[in-house]
């Protein structure tokens, strides 16, 4: 696998990572040391953190689906807890969602924004060009994930990298999955499933190659006292490394063809 192996989890136990900033996870899940549920994140930061390297840590980042601003209080956390002299490995950071709450996510520390429909009919495209774009579970939300896989490839430079996680199944659970979840979807729900099959497919269409994806889990419970322990984490992200395709989250990068 890429450089998960070398990826720290020592930072994720720490108070501040997990109290003093919102990562949407309650507060049951807070109480244990390693939850699960920060591999999102932890997955985004390093997928980044790695490419931003390769870059000379100058990097443009377009985050899609930006909510809070989760993703970016992450990164300054853990770029906090594991290089504490370096300063920011991103040039820019780019804030993209539906309806941007820009003064919330000003707190959070994002400097500019972009309101655009990912979903929506009209041409989608971003203000610049960009290194690096993250849509961590965003794409389960949308009818045509295809099409806008190929939208956020567009707004990439040439060798840029594109950044997804959702929830995963195997290849021949996709349809009768996302037919089954089509017909008692609510507003906002999961309407399109995934599996790393249909991740390369996708991609593949819009002119990038995936060159790293792993399942996060082989189970979890939320504030479950296991989640207590390191070698837990561990085995998770093994499994996950070895049954992508097993029901649970994939994370995945792909890079633009030049």
């Known amino acids: ?24 996870i309650t ?8 939850p699960v549920r920060l591999l999102r994140y932890w997955f985004g930061y390093h997928l980044m953190r790695d490419e931003a390297a390769r870059l000379g840590d100058q990097a443009e ?15 300054q956390l853990a770029l906090k807890k594991t290089e504490p002299t370096a300063d920011p490995w991103w040039s820019r950071w780019l804030a993209v969602d539906v309806d941007v709450r820009e003064s919330l996510l000003r707190e959070a520390g994002y400097a500019h924004f972009q309101d655009v429909n990912l979903d929506s009919p009209e041409s989608f495209a ?15 939300h949308l009818f045509e994930p295809e099409r806008a896989v190929q ?37 906002f729900g999961h309407v399109s499933v995934f599996s790393p099959k249909r ?7 819009a002119g990038c190659d995936v ?14 006292a296991i989640e207590n322990s390191p070698l837990w984490l561990k085995l998770n992200l093994l499994w996950g490394a070895c049954f992508p395709a097993w029901p649970g989250e994939l994370y995945w990068s792909a890079r633009k063809r030049k």
């Not at 971003?126 to 389960?140: G, K, M, Q, W």
């Not at 991740?199 to 269409?205: E, N, S």
């Open 126 to 140: 971003l203000d610049r060009p960009y290194d690096i774009a993250i849509c961590l579970h965003v794409f389960e």
């Open 211 to 224: 060159e790293f994806a792993s399942g996060a889990f082989l189970m979890r419970k939320k504030g479950s």
């Open 27 to 34: 507060e049951e899940a807070k109480s244990v040391r390693y």
């Open 61 to 75: 980042v377009a985050e899609i689906g930006v909510d809070s601003g989760q993703m970016l209080q992450f990164a």
């Open 151 to 187: 939208r956020l490839a567009d707004n990439l430079k040439p060798g840029g990298i594109l950044i997804g996680g959702f929830p995963v199944v195997p290849d021949f659970c996709v349809r009768p999955r996302e037919k089954k979840i089509r017909q008692t979807a609510r507003k």
């Open 1 to 24: 696998m890429k450089h998960v192996w070398n990826w720290p989890i020592s930072y994720l136990p720490e108070k501040e990572t997990l109290r003093e900033a919102s990562f949407g």
């Open 199 to 205: 991740v390369k497919r996708m991609c593949d269409a």
